[in-house]
């Protein structure tokens, strides 16, 4: 089905949509973001099972997609079984697959609250409901986040003339959630509106996402970039290279310190050190208030495999995978890392973009911080 996922306008939201479901339909389908930039793979999830292993094995990624899959994830449980023990069960198989990303845990509550109370032949239509509504609302939410970053980009173009020279992290865009993406969402309605833009995209090792997916968006939408190698992050800010720094995010905590894809602390540190702006763009979903700071945020270790090793086409056309240490080296692979709110220049969010810090936050949103 090629048609659902390709030939987007640069002013609507991505086609080639990480999460579909069609009309009418009791499942869902992704892309499986694993054979990104090579190929568009398809993959129907038709059961709760399918859907934690989507998330679990990163199938899809990102935060506010990660949500959107457990809540229709938990719409097929209740498809099979309505009863009490079933959602339980499911809610809570869901919930185990990705630790750090708070917009899993939010969704699934938010289908489970919209359901508990009814008989249980009124629950399923009802989770398929909500999670349509999650999906939906996402999507709107990154129009506006959109929407409120465009205006610090055209601020930069105002005040320097030229291109906007913006850096990013990992991948939040379209492929990250349920349309638009979060920090790519200002970068492509700049570009729609014409107005100059340059990206830097960091790799992202050890997964590569931003050379996978990031780099696969920007040449999609017909975003100049460059791809760079991670460490190279501070030379290109201390050489004035950089006129902002734009991020996702997967949890940021009641005082604005920030959870996002390893390596994001440092283009934060580096940021403050050469006065490069930072900001965080995110969904409110992705709020976790309950926490008092980063330091409470789990943080997933995931494979040294990853670490030892890479994947990527040869010059036939096929996949490989090629280990790059000596046989027996021990790697560490951390997922994620806290940058604290005191390096973040703003938190770009749906309602308007807030400081990093709980009044700030709070003002925004009043009903999360009650």
Known sequence: MP???SGASACDPASYRALVRPVGARHVEVLDQR???HAIVTVKLADPEAAAVAIRDMWIRGAPLI????AYGLALALDRDPGDAALANAHEMLDATRPTAVNLRWALNRVRAAVVRLAAHDRADAAWREADAIYAEDQAMNRAIGDHGLELLRKIVRRKGGPVQVMTHCNAGALATCGWGTATAPLFLAHAEGLPVHVWVSETRPRLQGANLTAWEMHRRGLAHTLFADGASALLMRRGEVDLVLVG????AGNGDTCNKIGTYD???AARDNDVPFYVALPSSTLDPALASGDAIPLEA???DEVLAVTGRDRFGHSTTVAIAPEGTRAVNYAFDVTPARLITGLVTERGIAAADRDALTRLFPERFQ
């Open 267 to 269: 283009k934060a540190l």
């Open 3 to 5: 048609s659902k996922y």
């Open 302 to 304: 995931r494979s040294p």
């Open 249 to 252: 995010a997967d949890r940021v």
């Open 35 to 37: 054979a990104l930039p």
């Open 67 to 70: 949500g959107a899959v457990g």
